[in-house]
T-cell receptor, first 111, second 112 residues
Framework: QKEVEQNSGPLSVPEGAIASLNCTYS??????FFWYRQYSGKSPELIMF????GDKEDGRFTAQLNKASQYVSLLIRDSQPSESATYLC???????????FGKGTRLHILP | EADIYQTPRYLVIGTGKKITLECSQT?????MYWYQQDPGMELHLIHY???????EKGDLSSESTVSRIRTEHFPLTLESARPSHTSQYLC???????????FGPGTRLTVL
């Protein structure tokens, strides 16, 4: 059974600080990983995807992947109250194109 | 920017009615998905399709059915709605080059 695990939170971070979100996965065959942000009552929106070990930066966002430890993280620098939402980690397999989602971490950015 | 459309956006219906939730996309993606999500809860995959005339059940047992007669269209049908079907239904496609899922705006269904 493929699983993606996240701490449900809530994670509270003061405005302007770095928010750090973590995710682990059980299937070593997982090839690609995604971070989505979901506001209450809205659809998930893609923030970042990462395929290779190491860091990937896009603006204030950095995704980190460690395949040996089966660990994915997302850092949000200079976090803003408007970014308070649930952050979903997801892992994908090439062979069956099913993307498995974690349960999400609720993030609160405190003004 | 992904172009995925879902209609209706909101639906309130009585028990026992037959309903069809529409999902369409203009990107020509072969792979499409239906997820069910209750408020504050995780996404559950209920159906997916690899292309025309291909449909598969997902990880969550569902009383709904789907069809895929055209690439751009992936409707989901409930033959007899029940209050337990009250939820948000999200349609998604899988991007060809980025292997990234793009989500539609969702249909919020309430069965009385």
């Amino acid at each position: 059974q493929k699983e993606v695990e996240q701490n449900s939170g809530p994670l509270s971070v003061p405005e302007g600080a770095i928010a750090s979100l973590n995710c682990t996965y059980s299937d070593r065959g997982s090839q690609s990983f995604f971070w989505y942000r979901q506001y209450s009552g809205k659809s998930p929106e893609l923030i970042m995807f990462i395929y290779s070990n190491g860091d990937k930066e896009d603006g204030r966002f950095t995704a980190q992947l460690n395949k040996a430890s089966q660990y994915v993280s997302l850092l949000i620098r200079d976090s803003q109250p408007s970014e308070s939402a649930t952050y979903l980690c997801a892992g994908g397999m090439d062979r069956d194109d099913k993307i498995i989602f974690g349960k999400g971490t609720r993030l609160h950015i405190l003004p | 920017e992904a172009d995925i459309y879902q209609t209706p956006r909101y639906l309130v219906i009585g028990t026992g009615k037959k309903i069809t939730l529409e999902c369409s996309q203009t990107m020509g993606h072969d792979k499409m998905y239906w997820y069910q999500q209750d408020p504050g809860m995780e996404l559950h995959l209920i159906h997916y399709s690899y292309g025309v005339n291909s449909t598969e059940k997902g990880d969550l047992s569902s009383e709904s059915t789907v069809s895929r007669i055209r690439t751009e269209h992936f409707p989901l049908t409930l033959e007899s709605a029940r209050p337990s079907h009250t939820s948000q239904y999200l349609c998604a496609t899988l991007g060809t080059n980025t292997d990234t899922q793009y989500f539609g705006p969702g249909t919020r269904l309430t069965v009385l």
